[in-house]
């Protein structure tokens, strides 16, 4: 099961839960939620993951693992969530729910904070030079080059 919370296109917070079925190899929209009256702290967070848990577990289905974003509030609740262990049993069985941050992000994130900022501003220079002289531009374009981006300082979403 994973849990993601975003502004929608009127920029109204929203909470997306998934789970992917590992039998039928397809990812399920279990619930999206309109949060705009709650503040996204972990306690309203784990509310709203015990309570996704439940109802998938009403349809025969176990929840074994977790997965947020690696945000403050999301690792909180998931600390909580792996506290609780009525949460994970079937059938008088204590099942523990593993919980984890997205691995997408912590790469990003490592990446970006083993990005070496003189490398990339070498790379802005060559870029801008082939971009702003018009007869390299030309010979570069005619050799077969591809159109150069710049590398942006954007953070993964």
């Known amino acids: 099961m994973s849990m993601d919370g975003w502004g929608n296109i009127h920029n109204e917070p929203v909470v997306c839960i998934s789970v992917y079925d590992i039998i039928e190899k397809s990812v399920f929209l279990v619930e999206t939620i309109d949060t705009q ?5 972990s306690e309203y967070l784990l509310n709203l993951a015990v309570e996704a848990i439940n109802n ?3 349809y025969d ?3 074994r693992s977790f997965v947020t974003d690696n945000a403050a509030n999301m690792a909180k609740m998931r600390e909580e969530l792996a506290q609780i262990d009525e949460i994970g049993a079937v059938n008088n069985n204590i099942r523990d729910i593993i919980t984890y941050g997205c691995s997408a992000h912590i790469l990003n994130l490592l990446a970006h904070d083993l990005e ?10 060559v870029i801008k030079y082939f ?5 390299v531009g030309a010979k570069y374009k005619q050799a ?8 942006s300082d954007e953070h993964f979403f």
């Open 131 to 135: 971009r702003n002289s018009h007869k």
């Open 37 to 41: 009256d709650n503040s996204h702290n």
């Open 144 to 151: 077969g080059g591809k159109t150069l981006i710049l590398p």
């Open 56 to 58: 998938c577990q009403k």
């Open 61 to 63: 289905k176990i929840v």
């Open 116 to 125: 070496v900022n003189s490398i990339k501003s070498n790379i802005k220079q």
